[in-house]
């Protein structure tokens, strides 16, 4: 009777081993991609969505200054490696403003909007001290 020594791993059971262990990092290496391209298109539409929200906050401004404001020209804003196209659209009901900025930018796999909405008052009211300006 032979006593085989079973102390070690053979080479099947390393090959074994390696090829497991490959295979698992080969998917954390694809997850990591995914999360890496996920997270460049949560940044693009926060800019868009920061974009849109200052251009309504300095349309609503001006409409309060100057009720008969004609809207903006689209306008192009660069990015980090992103051009954003703004369209401010600004429509008179009453005595209510609606205004509507839709900013798109491009993608690899296309093209990406958000559209923002609000609705203002078209006269600031005489009370309203806050819009007053100094005189010299």
């Known amino acids: 009777m032979s006593i085989r020594n079973t102390r070690g791993f053979s080479l099947i059971e390393a090959l074994l081993t390696v090829l497991v262990l490959s295979i698992g990092l080969l998917g954390l290496g694809q997850l990591q991609a995914r999360l890496w391209v996920a997270s460049g298109q949560l940044h693009a539409q926060n800019t868009a969505y920061q974009l849109g929200s200052n251009r309504l906050e300095m ?30 659209l600004i429509t008179a009901d009453g005595q209510l403003s609606k205004a509507q900025i839709r900013i798109t930018w491009s993608v690899p796999s296309g093209s ?10 078209r006269m600031a009211r005489t009370s309203d001290t806050r819009l007053l300006l100094p005189v010299d």
């Open 112 to 121: 990406e909007s958000v559209t923002l909405a609000t609705a203002m008052e």
């Open 59 to 88: 349309a609503a401004a001006a409409l309060l200054i100057t009720p008969d404001l004609i809207p903006d020209p689209p306008l192009q804003v660069p990015g980090i490696g992103t051009l954003y196209d703004t369209r401010l």
